[in-house]
């Protein structure tokens, strides 16, 4: 098998499984799960992870995690220095994305997993996800566009909730999932300018 085809095939692997943690959660997943999605011999999984599904998890949130910093970064960047039209900017990218579903992973996920791949990746979800959101609000309040509630962390981590539940309502919902963010962001806003 050529460099080529072994990368592939780990991309593959990458691929099925994230999908399936997304739906799922870690526990809930066994590689053998993942072979059958793939059409493999569970003990194929080995020869790409040899530390078995940990290892697996622990790579393919943090690619994950890289995506959605790499993603926001551009999406803020391009989006014009207001608030709301950056926050909406960062919904549509999040819900072009597989859910993340932090409360899960943070509940139960991290639970399941070595402290030191829990750290790391807990660390790795503060920056990429939480930290440019916050910034934005930061921005917000620094130009006076927005009221200092004092807690910019509270508002990134209670915007990437929204967004997350948008995520699963869309399933119960024939309306757009962007509109449903929209309205909600407007509501956030109204909240948070000076009066």
Not at 3 to 28: H, N, P, T, W
Request: aromatic content about 4%; hydrophobic content about 40%.
């Amino acid at each position: 098998m050529s460099r080529d085809d072994k990368d592939s095939a780990r991309a593959r692997v990458i691929s099925v499984a994230e999908q399936l943690f997304s739906d799922r959660g870690y526990k809930a997943v066994t590689l053998r799960d993942i072979a059958d999605e793939l059409g493999i011999r569970q003990a194929s999984l080995y020869h790409h992870f040899p530390n078995g599904k940990e290892e697996l998890f622990v790579e393919v949130t943090e690619l994950a995690m890289k995506r959605h910093a790499e993603g926001m970064r551009a999406t803020i960047t391009a989006a014009p220095e207001d608030v709301e039209c950056q926050l909406k900017a960062i919904a549509r990218w999040m819900l072009s994305q597989p859910p993340i579903d932090m409360a899960r992973m943070v509940r139960s996920d991290m639970v399941e997993i070595d402290e030191s791949h829990r750290h790391r990746l807990m660390q790795t979800a503060l920056r990429s996800l939480l930290l440019p959101i916050e910034a934005v609000f930061d921005r917000g309040i620094d130009r006076e566009a927005l009221r200092n509630p004092g807690h910019s962390r509270l508002l990134a981590s209670s915007f990437l909730s929204i967004i997350e539940a948008i995520q699963v309502s869309v399933r119960f919902s024939s309306r757009p999932p962007e509109d449903m963010a929209d309205e909600m962001i407007t509501i956030l806003m109204d909240g948070l300018r000076p009066r």
